[in-house]
Each structure stands twice: as C-alpha cells, then as structure tokens.
C-alpha cells in the first residue's frame, strides 16, 4: 500500500487563525490567540455506543498507518491530527475529522500541516465581510425547567445521591444563515481565557479542560460552582470572596474535584489535588476552579488519551455524584437529547499528545438554526430561582456571540 504523505512547516508571521478559516465545516481550537484552525476533510467517522472511545483509538491508528508523516517540529499539535467531539450519552453519534489542513501557533512558533503530494497550500483570510445573524430565542422551558430541579433536589434529600446536573436547551431561529466564524470570533475576543472550538457545527467556548496529556503528564481543569458578575468591579469582588466561602458550592466542587482525582489515581504515580479552589473570573460569571495534575505510570497497558477519558466522562461537574445513580436521575428528570454538549471535545496527534474540554457554553448550529445548551450542579442546598439565574447567565455567551 502506498502511504499518503503529511508534511509539516514552519511558517512565518501569519494573520490571527480563526481569521484563517473558511464559512464550511471550520475547525478550532484556540486559546488567548493559540491552538489549532483547520479546514478540509482528509477522513470523518462517527461512533457511538459505551466503547465509543476505544472505537474511535482504533479508528484513528488505522488512519495513522496510511500516513508518511514528515515533521521536522515535534511539538505536541503538529503532525496529522484527529478532532474529536463525543457525545455526552453513549448512544449518542460522536464525530471524528481529520482535516486536510491545521495551521498551528504555541508562543513563538507557528506552522502548517497538510495532507497529500499537493505544495504547501497558500493561507487564505476571510474572504468578504462576515455579518451577524438575527436570532429570535425561543425559550419555553424556564417554567418545566424549575419544576425538574426542585425534582431533583427531592431526589438528593432522599438521600439518593449527592449531586446531579441538569440541562436546558434554547432554540435560536435567523433569517439568514449563520456563520460559526462570527460566533468564534465574538467568543475569543470577549472569553480569551476559554477554549474557543468549532466541530461539525458545535460551536463554543469551553473554561474547562478535562484533560491535557503531554508526554507523560496529564492536567484537568475542574470547574463547579458559579456565580454572576455585575460588572461592577468593587461589588464583584465581593461576590467572589462570598463565592469562595459558599458552603453550597464548595461542595458541589468538592464532588466535581474528587471524581476526577479518583479518575485519574489509577493511571498515576502521583496527584497533585489543591486542597482549595481559586476563582476563575470570567467576562460574565465567575467559576469554582482547581487544577489536578497527575505523572502518569509506565505501564504494558494501554495509558492514553482515549483510556483516560473513558475514565473521567462523565465527571461530576457534568452528570454528579455516585455517577451511575446521576446518570438515573438525569435521564429520569432532565428529559432533554444533550448530543454532544457536555461531551469531551478537542484533538489528539500522532503521538497520543491532546487536549479534551468539555463542551459547554455552546451552541449547535443547523444552517438558520441554532440551540444553545446550559446545565446546573443541583445539591441539597440548591434553590430552583437561583438555578435558573445561573443557567441564563451562561446562556449569555453564546447569545451575545451571535449579536456582537
């Protein structure tokens, strides 16, 4: 069989990538103006079922056994990539791409990798002005909304769990069609601290990164607990120091922490666990965050990306705590299709090296349409008002994204 060949350059300086990418099908992941853009299709696959990952390893090591791969950088992005947007529930579909094309920027360095004998292809910018879309929200759901968090609350004063998230979606209706590169945009511009990415028409900017594998060393960003911000500077200081003290929220953090710290333990030689939160600003709320880092062990097992993330999805900051009786009570309660919101989404390279958010503040784009998702750690201390407050504010990023 012949090999395909992929080949990697350096490039020179070069616009801003989300500026880089074409109106079909764009790839992202960027960060304070870093990541990975691509475009094009070398191979797509779905997979769906409970051993979704371990399909999707395989997948992609067959992919990898037709490349030649020529790359003379060996930073961790470069070389061919897979981007990967899985879905929250197993019998959900998952996507799969590996673009033709990935332009990359980490600090000083930057470069191009491309699939094919085809020269090294020419970056583009936008063409033509890209204009907002018009939406109209539909939201119906605030009402049945509350009513299934007081449910859910029932449920954890009965004892039967600790802690549950509970989604809900709006729909967005436009005019015209709308342009996920004015949604990144938007969302880079105003949450640069956040994982901007773009897959197969979900669109978002993440603060939570479950899992960062590079080398032997693995990282996982932890968020739960939120609240509002005034923009008043003075009064959200205060906010954020009552946060930090917040009994409620310390403990739906602490149940979000745990389950990734016992997630990982098996696969390391050592955790660092922080033994408290520091608060995550953001242009619009305001986060319970921990970083949990972990040395992965040397071992005749399979101890990568994939194997990692079969064990920390779903983390408690997304379905609660034990998970299983979670996972009950969301599909009992919630009585919403999350598809790939709250799923793992981002890239792995050739050398199992990647990074996994989780898809949150996030939209799914259907030509005119679109539908936003947000979800709630609900725990004893819960009150349904203040949840609904606190979905509508995450609500906020991907609305104001589409309108800037």
């Not at 009513?147 to 600790?162: F, M, P, S, T």
């Not at 009064?235 to 409620?248: E, F, G, P, T, Y």
């Not at 998970?323 to 299709?337: F, H, R």
């Amino acid at each position: 069989m012949q090999l395909i060949p992929v080949t990697t350059a350096r490039l020179g300086e070069h616009q801003p990538l989300l500026d880089l990418l074409p109106d079909q099908n764009p790839i992202s992941w960027v960060r304070n103006g870093e990541g990975l853009v691509g475009w094009g299709c070398f191979a797509r696959q779905t997979v769906t079922g409970p051993n979704r990952f371990q399909l999707a390893r395989k997948w992609w090591h067959e992919q990898l056994d037709k490349l030649e791969i020529n790359n003379p950088i060996h930073l961790p992005g470069t070389g061919p990539l897979l981007f990967t947007s899985f879905s929250f529930d197993p019998d959900e579909i998952s996507e799969l791409i590996i673009p033709e094309v990935v332009v990359g920027k980490r600090g000083n360095n930057s470069w191009i990798t491309w699939i094919g004998d085809k020269p090294q292809p020419k970056l583009q910018t936008t063409n033509g002005e890209i204009k907002p879309a018009e939406v109209v929200w539909q939201d119906k759901s605030a009402d049945t909304w509350r009513a299934k968090v007081n449910r859910a609350i029932g449920e954890i004063q009965k004892d039967r769990l600790d802690k549950v998230v509970l989604a809900r979606e709006i729909l967005g209706q436009s005019d015209s069609k709308i342009d996920p590169r004015f949604v990144l945009k938007n969302l880079a511009m105003e949450y640069p601290a956040t994982w901007v990415y773009s897959n197969n028409g979900l669109v978002g900017a993440t603060p939570e990164l479950l899992l960062r594998l590079s080398k032997s060393m693995v990282v996982s960003r932890i968020l739960a607990g939120t609240i509002s911000k005034t923009g008043d500077d003075e009064k959200d200081l205060a906010l954020a120091a009552s946060l930090a003290r917040s009994s409620k929220d310390l403990e739906e953090h602490e149940y979000a922490v745990r389950s990734v710290a016992d997630a990982l333990s098996p696969f390391c030689t050592s955790t660092n666990v922080p033994e408290s939160p520091f608060v995550l600003h953001l242009a619009n709320v305001m986060h319970l965050a921990t970083d949990v880092t972990g040395a992965l062990l040397e071992s005749h097992n399979v101890i990568d990306l994939f194997a990692l993330l079969e064990k920390l999805h779903p983390s408690a900051a997304v379905c609660g705590t034990p998970t299983e009786i979670a996972k009950e009570v969301i599909t009992e309660v919630e009585g919403l299709n999350r598809g790939r919101y709250a799923g793992p989404i981002g890239w792995v390279d050739s050398n199992g090296d990647g990074e996994q958010g989780i898809a949150l503040r996030c939209g799914l784009i259907d030509g005119n349409q679109i539908t936003a998702f947000a979800g709630c750690g609900i725990v004893s201390g819960s009150d349904a008002d203040r949840e609904i407050k606190e979905s509508n504010a995450k609500f906020q990023a991907i609305k104001q994204a589409l309108t800037f």
